[in-house]
């Protein structure tokens, strides 16, 4: 029997979209800066099968008029550089049959 624990899952490049993997169903907490790295951290379920899970960075000043369904988990302050980026779960685009 597998228990759910709280993962890290660091964020190395910060791109507009970034893809993380982590397993099914994990329960997104919060994101923060990490010894200068911005990294998420979630309940998840190690058993469960991994997935990708896509993340939108928006810095404060960036365009989000395209924002559009998509679930605000948090603001992070990077200490060392002053700057503040706005991390969104975006939204999975739709499988092509």
């Known amino acids: ?15 507009d979209i970034v893809g993380v993997q982590m397993p099914r169903d ?8 990490q010894r200068g790295i911005l990294t998420l951290w979630a309940i998840a379920d190690p ?5 990708d899970r896509l993340f939108r960075i928006i810095g404060t000043g960036g365009s989000a ?26 939204e999975q685009p739709e499988a092509k049959p």
């Open 1 to 15: 029997m597998s228990k759910r624990t709280i993962w890290k899952f660091p964020i190395v490049a910060l791109d």
């Open 26 to 33: 994990a329960q997104v907490l919060t994101v923060q800066f």
């Open 47 to 51: 058993a469960k099968p991994h997935e």
């Open 65 to 90: 008029e395209d924002i559009r369904g998509e679930c605000y988990i948090g603001t992070a302050q990077d200490p060392e550089l002053g700057l503040v980026w706005h991390v969104f779960e975006h």
